[in-house]
């Protein structure tokens, strides 16, 4: 089993930066994709990002050029690199760990607030 916490989330103007953090601890961290979604009052939970255990990564039109993902299994740590910031990108963030739909695993979630 794995345990997912993010990290990193707050308000931020439009055009800032932030960075988000999802510390694993359970299970071996270096086997899953790890993903990140995102969820806006009213909208759909959304794939923001991935990244394989192989680092193959992809990203949703949205965020593309904007966002970054990368991964330090040494750390089992996920990163989520948001740059540019806009109003649109205000969302609950969520971490997920995916092996396996029995090895499927998610964070509570950590508020990202892009406004002036």
């Known amino acids: 089993q794995l345990q997912l916490v993010e990290s990193g989330g707050g308000l931020v103007q439009p055009g800032g930066s932030l960075r988000l953090s999802c510390a694993a601890s359970?299970?071996?961290?270096?086997?899953?994709?790890m993903n990140w979604y995102r969820q806006a009052p009213g909208k759909q939970r959304e794939l923001v990002a991935a990244i394989t255990s192989s680092r193959s990564t992809k990203f949703a039109d949205s965020v593309k050029g904007r966002f970054t993902i990368s991964r330090d299994n040494a750390k089992n740590t996920a990163y989520l690199q948001m740059n540019s910031l806009k109003l649109e990108d205000t969302a609950v963030y969520y971490c997920?760990?995916?092996?396996?739909?029995?090895?499927?695993?998610w964070g509570q979630g950590t508020q990202v607030t892009v406004s002036s």
């Open positions: 359970g299970s071996p961290f270096s086997i899953y994709t």
């Open positions: 997920n760990a995916y092996y396996s739909q029995v090895s499927d695993y």
